[in-house]
């Protein structure tokens, strides 16, 4: 349905604006706003912004005032709206499952609009419940109400998955489930996004989530205005207004720590050194620092070597008031 | 003559007139439930024929049903017509309203991924509204079918079918020969075609609920 490049789909928003009637205000007043192809990108701002009146837009269960919606080329508007939907996948807060089908027909609903042989769909379904870890002989032939919470997320993502969009809209996707099972979500899709490289609007509330999901992030305030547009570290790092700086709260260092991996920042002693507390490579530089003060020590054993606390100032483009270790090293290029 | 024998010796009128009264009944309610069931989904999405229908349905029930059958002689004259149009109407409050229930008391979030996977209005209706209401709906149909099974005795005055022949006649003579037994029979036909229509339903319920609305967490 949409031209693809080898990245997937671009999502061009052209002043766009939503006037519901009878409100004295636009809800979205006049985005501009490109989505490059195969990222995702995290819309956050407060509740009524109008980030999800933004989102509907695209896939039309809102329709705008007016503005235009380029996806991969194609002007949205000009499309049908049913037809259109089923090239676009859609995950809600609410999951919203069909509880009279099993998990196997939820999934495999819109291939089937699609025409797709029901072989086909059968296998499309076994993948993608091995790809939310769900044990596709336990779970296709359940229903909705004898699955958990976080459950039902992963089969609402798998479900959103199922005809391999090359565009997604998640609106607060995970915000239902516990904190862990959430984080756990978070995590896996991380993971799943990876490998997908879809073009994604992802819309919380949760900065921290958005910094953990997104490839940018664009802060909206009132009337789906865009106070800044980047990616996490650049907003972190540099916030363009107070708005901004706001919603990052006061630990923007800590945050950008947890960005970054001990594993990409240049070790001080490239020798293990098993007498120091010990953080694996795919832990954060957050974590790392954690297990330091944990540990009242300033340096830390990684799987190749020894990582120290000026090495993570350093990474944060920051040099410690007073030098701790003599092997300071050159702030380590980061993302 | 004892009851019993009073019944064996006119099994076959009264048998007859027990097969014309849950036929009547039958061919009522399915009428109702098409139309019924229609109204009830035009009127989801709209106020106007949501609120129309209901009280249109509601005010019905408010006549007499005595009064409804015998205003509707000179349409539809005596016997079944008057009868069958009577006892479709009365049905349509119960029907309408549990529709109208079933269908505005689903999930939104249900209804808005129908919408954001492109599911049509139509075939969102048909595969995923429809099917989620049906209990409610199948309970209207049931209620008024209970009820109309009741009002189908007073058939007899418009010489309508069913066992309300035997009830009225019956107590009409009080005190004559077999009255009390004709009567007696009657109530007590009537009584087995509600029980049997329920079991009916109870059934259909079985048959027809969702698995996936059945299961246990
Ligand atoms: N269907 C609607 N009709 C009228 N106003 C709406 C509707 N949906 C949302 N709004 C209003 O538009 C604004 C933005 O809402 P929304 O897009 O849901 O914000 P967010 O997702 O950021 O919380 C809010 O003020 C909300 O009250
Ligand atoms: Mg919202």
Redesign the interface.
């Known amino acids: 349905m949409f031209d693809r490049d080898t990245d997937g789909v671009r999502i061009e928003l052209r002043a766009l604006t939503k006037h519901y009637p009878g409100q004295p205000a636009p809800a979205v007043d006049n985005i501009t706003m490109d989505i490059p192809a195969g990222e995702l990108v995290v819309f956050v701002g407060p509740s009524g912004c109008g980030k999800t009146t933004t989102m509907k837009m695209i896939?039309r269960?809102v329709e705008p005032t007016s503005g235009e919606i380029r996806i991969g080329g194609k002007d949205v508007l000009s499309l049908d709206p049913?037809?259109?939907?089923?090239?676009i996948g859609?995950a809600?807060?609410?999951?919203?499952?069909?509880?009279?089908?099993?998990v196997a027909q939820n999934i495999g609903?819109?291939p089937k609009?699609l025409g797709w042989p029901q072989a086909k769909i059968d296998a499309r379904v076994e993948e993608l419940l091995a790809l939310v870890s769900l044990e596709p002989s336990t779970f296709r032939g359940r229903?909705?109400?004898?699955l958990s919470g976080g459950q039902q997320q992963r089969v609402?993502v798998a479900?959103a998955l199922a005809a391999d969009p090359p565009v997604m809209?998640m609106d607060e996707p995970f915000g239902a489930t516990d904190p862990i099972t959430r984080e756990h979500l978070q995590n896996e899709f991380v993971r799943l996004q990876k490998q997908l490289r879809k073009t994604i609007i992802f819309v919380t509330h949760d900065f921290e989530e958005a910094i953990k999901l997104g490839d940018r992030i664009a802060v909206l305030r009132e009337g789906s205005h865009i106070a800044q547009y980047d990616t996490p570290a650049a907003i972190l790092s540099d916030p363009a207004d107070d708005y901004v700086a706001g919603f990052i709260g006061q630990d923007a260092t800590l945050k950008r720590l947890a960005l970054v991996r001990v594993s990409d920042v240049p070790i001080a002693d490239p020798l293990p050194d098993a007498a120091l507390p010990q953080v694996t490579g795919d832990a954060s530089l957050r974590e790392a620092l954690d297990v330091m003060l944990a540990h009242g020590s300033d340096r830390c054993g990684t799987p190749s070597g020894v990582l120290t606390y000026a090495a993570l100032c350093a990474a944060v483009g920051s040099r410690p008031e007073k030098e701790v270790s003599e092997g300071v090293m050159s702030g380590g290029e980061v993302r | 003559m004892s009851f019993g024998e009073y019944v064996i010796s006119r099994w076959d009128t009264l048998s007859l007139a027990a097969a014309e009264h849950a036929l009547v009944v039958a061919i009522a309610i399915a009428l109702a439930a098409l139309i019924g069931v229609g109204v009830g989904i035009l009127g989801h999405g709209s106020p106007r024929v949501r609120e129309t229908s209901i009280a249109a349905a509601a005010a019905i029930l408010t006549v007499p049903s005595l009064a409804l059958m015998t205003l509707l002689i000179p349409l539809t004259g005596l016997g079944w017509g008057s009868t069958l149009i009577s006892l479709t109407v009365y049905a349509f409050l119960p029907i309408i309203r549990n529709t109208v229930t079933g269908l505005r008391g689903l999930?939104?979030?249900?209804?808005?991924?129908?919408?954001?996977?492109?599911?049509?209005r139509l075939?969102l209706l048909a595969q995923?509204q429809l099917?989620?209401a049906w209990p409610l709906i199948l309970t209207g149909i049931r209620i008024s079918t209970q009820m109309i099974i009741g009002i189908a005795a007073i058939a007899a005055f418009v010489d309508g079918p069913g066992l309300g022949n035997q009830i009225f006649e019956g107590l009409s003579r009080l005190g004559s020969v077999n009255s009390l037994n004709a009567t007696l029979a009657g109530t007590l036909g009537v009584v087995v075609i509600a029980v049997l229509f329920d079991l009916f339903f109870f059934a259909v319920r079985h048959l027809t609920t969702?698995?996936?609305?059945r299961?246990?967490?």
Do not use: C, K
């Open positions: 896939n269960l049913d037809e259109l939907r089923r090239h859609y809600i807060q609410q999951v919203g499952l069909f509880p009279h089908l099993t609903l819109v609009l229903y909705p109400r004898q609402g479900r809209l | 999930d939104a979030a249900t209804v808005e991924a129908g919408r954001g996977m492109g599911l049509s075939r995923v099917p989620l969702p698995r996936g609305l299961v246990r967490p």
